[in-house]
C-alpha cells in the first residue's frame, strides 16, 4: 500500500525558515516523480514544486521560486521542501503527492498533509 | 500559465440528483485533464483522468467528458457520501500543473 506521511509544520514567523519532509512506503521511491502541492486555509489547491526520480529536474512555481527548495533521498525514501524567507501568503496545508504512475502529471497518491503557518 | 475556470462556485443538490460541474481552460489542453474529490480535513482523491478514465474503485456515477477547453463532471445519481468540493486539474503543460478553483457541492 502506497503511504506518504509529511511532518515538520508548524507556526514561524515571516522570514523564517522551515522544512517539510514526506517519508514514502509501499512503492519504489527511486522510479517516481515527488511533488508538492498546497492549500490555503479555505482555498483551492496550488501546484508548489516538483523533483523527477533521479533529481535531475526540478521544477518550482513562481509564487515560490527562489525561496523554496525541494530535494530527495531514495535511499532513505524521503522527499523534502526547504522553505526559506516565508511569507502570511505561504500559510497552507501542504500535501507530499505521488504521480499516478510514471510521469502521468496527475497524482494519484497524497499524504495527509502538514500545516505550515507563518505569523508574527 | 494555462488557466482553469470551474463553474459553478458552489451548487445545492439533494441525494438523487443529476450534477454537473464544468471546467474550461483558458488553452486547449487535449484530454489532460483530471478530476478530484476533497472532502474537509482531507486529502485530494482522485476520480478521473485523462478526461474520461475513471479511477479504479471509483464509483460508475461518476464520469467525466471533454477535450480541447471545454470538460464536465458528472455524478448521475448523487450520493450522501459525494458532498464534498471537486476540483479540476490540468497536466497539458506538465510538470507545471493548474487546478480549478473547486465547486463545493452542499446539501438542498
Known amino acids: 500500500e502506497v503511504q506518504l506521511v509529511e511532518s515538520g509544520g508548524g507556526l514561524v514567523k515571516p522570514g523564517g525558515s522551515l522544512r517539510l519532509s514526506c517519508a514514502a512506503s509501499?512503492?519504489?521511491?527511486?522510479?517516481?516523480?515527488m511533488n508538492w502541492v498546497r492549500q490555503a486555509p479555505g482555498k483551492g489547491l496550488e501546484w508548489v514544486s516538483s523533483?523527477?526520480?533521479?533529481?535531475?529536474?526540478?521544477y518550482y512555481a513562481d509564487s515560490v521560486k527562489g525561496r523554496f527548495t525541494i530535494s530527495r533521498d531514495n535511499a532513505k525514501n524521503s522527499l523534502y521542501l526547504q522553505m526559506n524567507s516565508l511569507r502570511a501568503e505561504d500559510t497552507a496545508v501542504y500535501y507530499c503527492?505521488?504521480?499516478?504512475?510514471?510521469?502521468?502529471?496527475?497524482?494519484?497518491?497524497w499524504g495527509q498533509g502538514t500545516l505550515v503557518t507563518v505569523s508574527s | 500559465a494555462i488557466q482553469l475556470t470551474q463553474s459553478p462556485s458552489s451548487l445545492s443538490a439533494s441525494v438523487g440528483d443529476r450534477v454537473t460541474i464544468t471546467c474550461r481552460a483558458s488553452?486547449?489542453?487535449?484530454?489532460?485533464l483530471a478530476w478530484y474529490q476533497q472532502k474537509p480535513g482531507k486529502a485530494p482523491k482522485l476520480l478521473i483522468y485523462?478526461?474520461?478514465s475513471l479511477e479504479s474503485g471509483v464509483p460508475s456515477r461518476f464520469s467525466g467528458s471533454g477535450s480541447g477547453t471545454d470538460f464536465t463532471l458528472t455524478i448521475s445519481s448523487l450520493q450522501p457520501e459525494d458532498f464534498a468540493t471537486y476540483y479540476c486539474?490540468?497536466?497539458?503543460?506538465?510538470?507545471?500543473?493548474?487546478f480549478g478553483g473547486g465547486t463545493k457541492v452542499e446539501i438542498k
Open positions: 503527492a505521488r504521480d499516478y504512475d510514471i510521469l502521468t502529471g496527475y497524482y494519484g497518491y
Open positions: 485523462d478526461a474520461s
Open positions: 486539474q490540468q497536466f497539458n503543460s506538465y510538470p507545471w500543473l493548474t
Open positions: 509501499g512503492f519504489t521511491f527511486s522510479s517516481y516523480s
Open positions: 523533483i523527477s526520480s533521479s533529481s535531475s529536474y526540478i
Open positions: 488553452q486547449g489542453i487535449s484530454s489532460a
